[in-house]
Nanobody, 115 residues
Framework: VQLVESGGGLVQPGGSLRLSCAASGFTFSTYYMSWYRQAPAKERELVADITSGGGSTNYADSVKGRFTISRDNDKTTVYLQMNSLKPDDTAVYYC?????????WGQGTQVTVSS
């Protein structure tokens, strides 16, 4: 099983980034997918999640209206479009695949929002 995040980097406040998480080694279309983030000295927090078919999404209050989670089951990839980025969005972003008690994590990608 592999989850490989990409798309992180340094961006100015107000800018945008699109994160991708490419999955392999499991039946992607049957798993819910989530994006988490962890800032220095803080606990990992849920950013957004999406159902296996993509029909329902959920967002943390702090990112509602700015971030959009989506998935392409044919490409076995989940995305996180991040707009209007703020310095408080600086963190390592992780994707997670989960179904029942089974869970897989990626290695994370750094997002830094700074002028």
């Amino acid at each position: 099983v592999q989850l490989v995040e990409s798309g992180g980097g340094l961006v100015q406040p107000g800018g945008s980034l699109r994160l991708s998480c490419a999955a392999s080694g499991f039946t992607f279309s049957t798993y819910y997918m989530s994006w988490y983030r962890q800032a220095p000295a803080k606990e990992r927090e849920l950013v957004a999640d999406i159902t296996s078919g993509g029909g329902s999404t959920n967002y943390a209050d702090s990112v509602k209206g700015r971030f959009t989670i989506s998935r392409d089951n044919d490409k076995t990839t989940v995305y996180l479009q991040m707009n209007s980025l703020k310095p408080d969005d600086t963190a390592v972003y992780y994707c997670q695949a989960w179904r029942g008690s089974r869970s897989y994590w990626g290695q994370g990608t750094q997002v830094t929002v700074s002028s």
